[in-house]
């Protein structure tokens, strides 16, 4: 058991990116019904991901963990369910077949409903109301009734993760398909924290991560990690320095838990400035860590029509980079996290069948940030594949 530590204790740090209810007293009624809930995971299953991750650490497997960027309530269905599972399960055969290493699927699925926001309102036509911050939080329309923060969402977001999580256990692949979300809304993951055996668990997934913008020195999403006995990643983008990285990992991992931490670079253009000296820190140090590649985060960009997107070719160059810079540095290359639909959508450009600027209009569905459709999430499937044959190949001679 960690020391001076409770799921309310990240109260006392800095929390950005959280919503503001107007009505506290709905939103306290709305948590303590909230923590009579029972768990969306068990402890058990969390503990069982933990060991597939230390063993992607040792060599012998590979993390593919991949999804929605924000799950929304209009698209759920059994249908996108599927999708998303037998395009996880499609890419991990192929990365099986290049590798000849079980792969580690984890999803960003039942769970992945809150987003941080770069700015407090959104304006139009002289109207400024609070950013879209997820379902979780508030809806995508924009006017007043939509942008209110709302508690009663929470209810609706754990009912969809059960239904979702339901599902993926009768169409999954002959692998578990673990669960995963940015541990963003606190309110929502300390009322869903459980006692399990000798340690607390969030069990509103298997695996949360902290993202790159809320991953600073006493912060309090750092804070309420820092007390799970669940595996947890950190976001590691551009701004990411060597001491503040060596500084998380001793208070997320003071014990040095194999399967405990993974790392998720997150660099854009910057990954032969940015990744080896976090690699050269995180190895001097002796720390046990996944790392992971990001591909899809630092290779956003807005056309001159307003529509988000990400190149393929970018995507594609920092995996190719990813691979470079940790094998240069004698680490290995252990996971990648995408940002992927099974939908036939038009959100990312590029690719073998290829997604035009003209083309994003056609079918742009997300809720958020730009997704890769099946032939371009398989397209990063083939190169990561080549990335593996290449390091079966060199360990063999």
């Known amino acids: 058991m960690v020391q001076d530590w409770t799921p309310a204790s990240w109260r006392t740090c800095e929390a950005r990116h959280q919503p503001v209810y107007a009505d506290a007293g709905a939103l306290d009624s709305a948590l303590r019904e909230l923590a009579a ?3 969306l995971v068990p402890g058990t299953e969390a503990q069982a991901l933990k060991a597939q991750l230390a063993e992607a650490q040792e060599g012998g497997a590979f993390l593919l963990q991949g999804g929605d960027c924000a799950e929304s309530f209009a698209e759920f269905s059994p249908e996108t369910i599927r999708g998303t599972a037998l395009l996880i399960e499609a890419m991990a055969r192929r ?13 960003r699925i039942a769970g992945q409903f ?13 109207l400024a109301l609070p950013m879209y911050r997820g379902d979780i939080v508030n809806g995508l329309a924009f006017d007043e009734a939509a942008r209110r923060p709302d508690p009663e969402r929470m209810f609706r977001a754990y009912g969809q993760s059960a239904a979702a ?27 869903l924290t459980r006692r399990d055996g000798a340690g607390w668990y969030a069990s509103s997934a298997h695996f949360l991560w902290v993202g790159d913008r809320t991953r600073f020195a006493a912060s309090a999403h750092v804070e309420y990690l820092r007390g799970l006995t669940n595996p947890i990643g950190i976001k590691c983008g551009p701004t ?7 500084a998380l990992l001793d208070t997320l991992n003071p014990g040095r838990e194999p399967g405990r931490i993974t790392l998720i670079s997150r660099m854009g253009a910057d990954v032969e400035r940015g990744l080896p000296p976090l690699l050269r820190a995180v190895a001097a140090e002796d720390h046990p860590v996944l790392w992971a590649c990001d591909p899809m985060h630092g290779n956003t960009e807005r056309t001159a029509s307003g529509y988000k997107t990400r190149p393929l070719g970018r995507i594609l160059a920092e995996l190719r980079a990813f691979f470079a810079a940790t094998r240069a540095e004698g680490v290995r290359g252990g996971g990648i996290h995408v940002e992927m639909t099974g939908r036939d959508v038009t959100e990312c450009t590029g690719g073998a069948d290829p997604v035009t600027e003209a083309d994003l209009a056609a079918r742009y569905h997300t809720h958020c ?5 099946r032939g371009q999430a398989m ?9 593996l044959a290449k390091a079966r190949g060199a360990e063999a001679a």
Do not use: M
Request: aromatic share 4%; charged share 25%; glycine share 8%.
């Open 114 to 126: 809150a987003k941080p926001r770069s700015r407090e309102l959104e304006q139009k036509d002289g």
């Open 369 to 373: 940030d730009p997704r890769l459709n």
């Open 95 to 107: 990365l099986a077949a290049a590798s000849g290493l079980r792969i580690v699927r984890v999803g």
């Open 379 to 387: 397209e990063v499937a083939e190169l990561v594949a080549a990335e």
């Open 240 to 246: 990411l320095g060597p001491d503040l990285l060596r």
């Open 165 to 191: 999580l339901s599902h993926l256990r009768a169409v999954e692949g002959p692998e578990p398909i673990y669960t995963s979300h940015e541990g963003l809304l606190l309110p929502y993951e300390q009322a």
């Open 37 to 39: 809930y029972p768990p």
